[in-house]
């Protein structure tokens, strides 16, 4: 069962966790990378969270960070009791922590909030086909309608229209990012009685570690999170299926996607009567994987930038992918622009 650890699996892992040293970090994949450092029982405790989906540059990272404390477990103590010290409730630990935020009435809030604010300065509906130069500006050639210059450009957009948008201004760069590929994820909504799924759902939901075998990546208890998404005699349920794990479960027909969905949801939760309501959505391109290599590809994309000094990079699928990052990117963005400027990737 999910977050379980066996008495045999603590024993070793406490045994692991004093011993583990970190010798040099090689470049390999996530698998090799968890297999030559640590006891599968850790994976385990960690497992909160597949960590074989975790984008390895990032756990390479906060390992080597970790890594100067002599093993990962002191470094993790050491950590949580600086943060204690410090006063900071969320302290680190194996897994990912925050809370999951949005807006009262859903994402679409933060982007209807800035086209209301910026007004007639925004563009909308107007797909980009390819970006020129045309003395000494960049001009934007759109699918439709009339083409506009600019001094500078920043490209938030995903990584696969980044490289349509730049394969004759900039061939290489544009090749270079076609290449972070982007697994299909369908999301399914299903919406029951309270009264009857009972108690089973009250927390926000779980993640399903690979090596429990389900169709599913995981749900969220959408309702217990954010109060406002259904009515109050009702709880919405919303299931990630595909991923980098199992792209092809995404685009399963709707009605084997939703068998699945309910007989993991049978198997894990109990939950073994129809719901009320059922949505599905469909991400043919779900979310940037970060391969191993994807910090040289950072490296050289940066290096190519330094050709175009006023064309930024940023969104998703360089420097991570949780809403969060992005709009730490993006104010970073937003600083260098105003600062000194210059060619760079965010
Ligand atoms: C199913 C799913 C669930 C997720 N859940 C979470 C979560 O719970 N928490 C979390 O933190 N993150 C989550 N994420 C990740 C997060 O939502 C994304 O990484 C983030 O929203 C990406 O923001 P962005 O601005 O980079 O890209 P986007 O929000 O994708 O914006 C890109 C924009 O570029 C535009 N565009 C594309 N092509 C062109 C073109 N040719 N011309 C002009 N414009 C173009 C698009 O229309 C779009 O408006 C989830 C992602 C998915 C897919």
Known sequence: MLFSIKARGRLNYARK??????PPIPRQNI??????FLHVSLIQLAGKIDLTDLPTEQLVQSTQSLSEYGSLIRGLIKLQRQARKSGKKDTPGPGPGGNLTSFKGGMS?????????????????SAVDHISS????????????????????????PAYSQARMLRELAPGIAERISSIPYPAVAVV??????????????????????????????TV?????????????????????????????????????LDMV???????????????????????????????????????????????PRLVLTGNAFRGVSLNDCVLNALKTAESLTGSGGAMIQ
Do not use: W
């Open 17 to 22: 966790s004093v011993c583990l040293r970190f």
């Open 134 to 157: 045309v003395g000494g500006q960049y001009a934007l050639h759109f699918e439709e309608g009339p083409d506009e210059e600019f001094d500078a450009l920043v490209l938030a957009c």
């Open 31 to 36: 698998h090799h990378f968890m297999i030559m």
């Open 221 to 257: 208890a959408d309702s217990n999170v954010f109060p406002d998404r259904a009515p109050e005699d009702s709880v919405l349920l919303r299931t990630l299926v595909g991923g980098a794990r199992v792209p092809h479960l995404a685009e399963l027909p709707d009605d084997q996607l």
């Open 109 to 125: 809030v933060l982007t209807d909030t800035l086209t209301a604010e910026l007004g007639s300065r925004v563009r909308l509906n």
């Open 189 to 218: 909504c299903l919406g029951y009685d309270r009264g009857r799924i009972g108690n089973s759902m009250d927390g926000f939901g779980f993640l399903v570690p690979s090596r429990e075998k389900k169709g599913i990546l995981g």
């Open 262 to 308: 309910f007989q993991d949801l049978k198997d894990i939760m109990g939950v073994n009567f129809d719901p009320e309501f059922i949505s599905i959505y469909r991400h043919e391109k779900a979310i940037p994987q970060y391969l191993v290599g994807h910090a040289e590809r950072l490296k050289a994309i940066e290096a190519d930038l330094k050709n175009h």
